[in-house]
């Protein structure tokens, strides 16, 4: 038989909505593709919280980041 038939590729894209959001912090849009691409995996939620982490007067910034970085990474891996 035709081992092709009915076989579908999955092209991956950049997350649109990760895109958009990016819009106003001027980057170069190298820097808004990768992130773009990358998101789902956690890199944009990285990003966006050094980005608050920066703009905000925070207590306990470093337990915010570590954790923040943990829970992506754990997610990553949990991906398969």
Known sequence: GD???GSAVFVAEPDRSVALSL??????????IFLAWFGPRG??????????????NLAHEELIFNTMTFTV????????
């Not at 990285?46 to 905000?56: P, S």
């Not at 990474?73 to 398969?80: E, I």
Request: charged share 15%.
């Open 73 to 80: 990474l754990l997610s990553v891996l949990r991906m398969d």
């Open 3 to 5: 081992h092709g038939a």
């Open 43 to 56: 890199i944009a939620s990285i990003f966006f919280g050094l980005v608050v982490l920066e703009e905000a």
């Open 23 to 32: 819009a106003g912090l001027k980057l170069r849009p190298p820097t808004v």
